[in-house]
């Protein structure tokens, strides 16, 4: 018999049997870089590392960020409950960690206020240490919130790092999205080398976030040579790994700057990106939701109440991006163009799957003890949802089996239907539809309205 875990979240006490691997970390290794503590506003009591490896193995995830390495409490358990592996790189029960932390730039630039959310990793507890005590020097309140605002502007804040220790790992986060995007409406940039200046070659890559995805940033020329990067921003655990990247070679901190300096990524995983709460632009008070074209058409004030909108990720990816992309689904399911750069794929969550298959809610007993018969029997999240045979998932909970191997191999093939986000609010994407929801239109007619 293997281990069991004990894991304490918000679904009461559960053990949690250990899961197989499917083939995928055999030659690459999946990560989730932006995750967060217990420490950071609006985020779970329940993401303690224990609780964070234990998850890392049911989801599929070979490294994790540690998240939020700037609140001292999160730094004093980070140095007495991971093991060093002399790579880079740590370890719990298992699962490798890599110390990262989010950081909210605040500053005054061009004669704006920008406020810019960037990630940040660390090769070693001795940089952890030295940003820490940098970013109070500069005024920051670290054990009020494990995301804590900086008073810089985002150059200033790569400037300091590299002053720290130049193998530090700089990645605006969410970079899209209207409030503390680096492209955002709200108090973004119109480019990369507007707002990191002579500091830009020291910026590894974007992460997406959850309202776009890579073909709509094919789409920027600046970011041809950036890698560009998913994760999660889980402030939960189970919303880890709702976006990863698989990395190819062997996870060390050393291979995590070459593969995002080389963008040797095998893929991505992606959010439907109509899912995310800035998809399209819109006003939600008044319920009016915007595509770029609407936006063209119409203007950028709301017709009920006449204030301005808030404008979208596709409005700003339309506004930004300089070429048109075709893409194309290959034979494994994964998104491609014909640019070279890394594909990606989009899924839903196997929860949701099974919540809408069973007709139960995602956190009723009966759809969590389904995912993790599913997750012993198949192995981890990203195995069932990518590799495991329909005979397998049928097998594994005989009550709804057939009902939801139809609804991963709708995920799979990227049948779904959708309502997207706006304003702040998640779009719906569903598996089977209903009277409320849209086909989803294919990704390369979407990329040529653009």
Request: aromatic share 8%; charged share 25%.
């Amino acid at each position: 018999m293997g281990e069991t875990y004990l894991v304490d979240d918000h679904y009461g006490q559960a053990e949690m049997p250990p899961v197989r691997r499917g083939t995928i970390a055999r030659v690459s290794y999946v990560a989730d870089l932006h995750i967060h503590s217990p420490y950071a506003i609006s985020t779970s009591r329940d993401l303690s590392l224990e609780n964070l490896a234990v998850w890392a193995k049911l989801k599929g995830i070979d490294l994790l960020a540690t998240g939020d390495f700037t609140h001292p409490v999160w730094a004093n358990e980070i140095r007495t409950k991971l093991t060093d592996s002399g790579d880079g790189l740590f370890s719990l029960d298992g699962v490798k960690f890599v110390l990262g932390t989010e950081l909210n730039c605040n500053g005054r630039q061009d004669g704006r206020s920008r406020r810019i959310h960037t990630l940040v990793f660390a090769p070693d507890l001795g940089a952890m240490d030295r940003i820490g005590k940098a970013m109070a020097g500069s005024g920051a309140s670290l054990a009020g919130d494990g995301r804590p605002t900086v008073h810089m502007t985002p150059r200033e804040l790569v400037e300091t790092l590299m002053e720290i220790d130049d193998r530090c790992i700089v990645i605006p986060a969410h970079a899209w999205t209207p409030w503390f995007g680096v492209y955002g409406s709200k108090s973004g940039f119109d480019s990369l080398e507007e707002c990191f200046g002579d500091m830009l070659d020291h910026v590894a890559g974007i992460e997406t976030g959850l309202s776009s995805d890579p073909a709509m940033c094919w789409t920027v020329p600046e970011l041809d040579d950036k890698a560009l990067l998913s994760f999660s921003d889980a402030h939960s655990l189970p919303k880890m790994s709702r976006e990863l990247t698989v990395f190819n070679g062997e996870p060390s901190y050393e291979g995590l700057v070459k593969a995002m300096a080389e963008q040797d990524i095998a893929y991505t995983v992606e959010f439907f990106p109509e899912e995310g709460k800035y998809h399209y632009s819109g006003h939600r008070k008044c319920g009016v939701s915007y595509s770029p074209d609407d936006v063209a058409r119409y203007g950028r004030v709301c017709p009920s109440c006449a204030r301005r909108m808030t404008l979208g990720v596709m409005q700003r990816v339309a506004e930004v991006g300089a070429r048109p992309v075709e893409t194309y689904v290959d034979e494994q399911g994964l998104t491609r163009a014909d640019n070279g750069r890394p594909p990606f794929r989009s899924l839903v969550s196997l929860q949701q799957i099974l919540s809408e298959a069973m007709g139960f809610g995602v956190n009723t007993k009966r759809v969590q003890g389904a995912y993790h018969e599913l997750v012993k029997a198949c192995g981890a999240e990203l195995t069932v949802l990518l590799e495991a045979p329909t005979d397998d998932l049928a097998s594994a909970v005989p009550q709804h089996g057939e009902r939801i191997v139809e609804g991963i191999a709708k995920v799979r093939a990227g049948d779904i239907f959708v309502e997207p986000g706006f304003d702040g609010q998640f779009g719906k994407v569903q598996v089977w539809p209903d009277e409320m929801a849209a086909p989803r239109r294919p990704l390369a007619q979407s990329r040529m309205e653009l």
